[in-house]
């Protein structure tokens, strides 16, 4: 029952999220117009290239020692804040290198650096992981949503009065720090526990980087995996190609909060179940691939048959280019689900290393056809690259090792059943 409260109360911090962040993100992009909500968009993903270098891989292994042992609360805490801050200053650093290897004018390289000032502000997020710790998702979904009420109201006010691009990047720092302040604040109001008590320990800063260095290897290529092709399309072709390529993005990415809620949902059950036999672990896995697939074919036919119609409601004729894109893009949801769950059995299996390889290769293969396709086929070769490397990383990379072959049969089984297909058991033979 405590777990379906923490599950319900996340679920309608994102249905919100959804809601709102709809309605302003659209508002933003219409008002901006291609070519400059294509600038924000490619300073926004050029940052989170590096944002693993800032998490340092950190985020589950303070959950799972909080659970562990809550009376080293605090020098966990303070030790994990004090990690991500060092994390998020050198990144400026990391920065100032990057950008020299691209064709960024000032004003661009300036949105870029304001933007990643917000990672100071998200060094706060470790409150975060002692409420995950605590199945107390509440507050956290409270601060959330006081976060996104005032942001959303600011950037009207801003709309309304016809505010320059660069006040729309200063509200990405501004989000940070509201929700820095309302993590402080239910941290000390409904835990009755302070900042100040938190402590640094070395010893326990070096077991933790110790620990999470092959987490942050897999976060980096996750990081340029679903980051590159917006870069690399700004890089290509431009300010106002990124814009349509970003809005197809947006209008995808919109679905993921429903894999990422189902997978977390069950997830409990899942390694629970491996505790205690086999079969039932398959049988738990198998039904969130199910479920999964049967819920992303549905969104996928919606979007095809709707593009048009949804392309011009929301965003208008301005971006007419965004419908072919958006057409072939929507279908990396399939992909984008089966590697959520997967997410499931490889901690459930203890495979950090086919965890990270999947994303690394996928990530290279996606710079790889983004390099020759952008330049023959535009934004639709773009999008083929993304739908051709989710898949290796997703699906059939899992063919080819023996300890990953029973993931790809279980997804296997999970795309058959849609077309019903009822010879599959006999012939996959999941043991």
């Known amino acids: 029952m ?21 309605f302003v993100g659209i508002w933003i992009a219409r008002y901006l ?61 990391i920065l100032a290198i990057a950008i020299q290897l691209t064709n960024n004018d000032q004003y661009t390289n300036l949105l870029v650096f304001i ?83 938190w402590s640094f320990d070395r010893q326990l800063a070096k077991s933790l980087l110790k620990d999470s260095w092959p987490l942050i290897l ?43 809620l189902i997978t977390k949902s069950l997830l409990p059950s899942i390694i629970s179940a491996k505790k205690k036999s086999r079969k039932l672990f398959i049988y738990r896995m198998q039904y969130l691939y199910n479920l999964l697939m049967k819920i992303s074919v549905i969104i996928i036919i919606l979007i095809s048959i709707l593009a048009t119609n949804i392309v011009e409601l929301l965003y208008g004729e301005e971006y007419l280019n965004v419908i072919p894109v958006l057409t072939i893009y929507i279908w990396s949801i399939v992909f984008v689900y089966l590697s959520n769950a997967s997410t499931s059995y490889f901690l459930a299996e203890n495979m950090k290393f086919h965890a990270s390889m999947r994303l690394f290769l996928g990530a290279l293969i996606n710079i790889m056809l983004n390099m020759i396709w952008i330049e023959s086929y535009g934004l639709i ?25 029973i993931n790809f049969k279980m997804q296997t089984i999970a795309i058959l059943n849609i077309v019903n297909i009822d010879s599959y058991k006999k012939i996959l033979k999941i043991r």
């Open 381 to 405: 070769g773009a999008a083929y690259a993304t739908l051709v490397s989710y898949s290796f990383s997703s699906y059939f990379y899992n063919a080819l090792f023996k300890g990953t072959i």
């Open 115 to 197: 933007i990643a000032s917000a990672m100071i502000f998200q060094s706060f997020n470790v409150i975060d992981f002692y409420y995950q710790s605590k199945v107390l998702s509440k507050y956290v979904a409270l601060a959330n949503s006081i976060s996104l009420g005032v942001s959303s109201l600011i950037k009207i006010v801003l709309l309304v009065n016809h505010a320059s691009l660069i006040f729309f990047a200063l509200m990405i720092v501004f989000d940070s720090l509201v929700l820095a302040i309302g993590l402080v604040y239910f941290y000390k109001k409904s835990s009755h526990l302070k900042l100040f008590r």
């Open 2 to 22: 405590k777990y379906f409260k923490n599950t319900s109360w996340l679920f309608a911090e994102k249905i919100l999220r959804m809601v709102v962040g709809l």
């Open 218 to 260: 897999g976060s980096i290529s996750a990081s340029v995996y679903i980051q590159i092709d917006q870069i690399m399309v700004k890089e290509i072709m431009g300010n106002e190609s990124a814009g349509y390529y970003a809005a197809s993005t947006k209008l995808t990415d919109l679905w993921l909060f429903i894999t990422v």
């Open 33 to 93: 117009g291609p070519e400059q909500f294509g600038l924000l968009s490619y300073a926004q993903s050029f940052i989170m290239l590096f944002t693993a270098i800032a998490t340092l891989g950190l985020d589950g292994i303070i959950v799972r020692e909080l659970i562990k042992d809550e009376t080293r609360r605090d020098s966990l805490l303070g030790t994990a804040f004090v990690l991500k801050l060092m994390g998020s200053i050198f990144i400026f650093a």
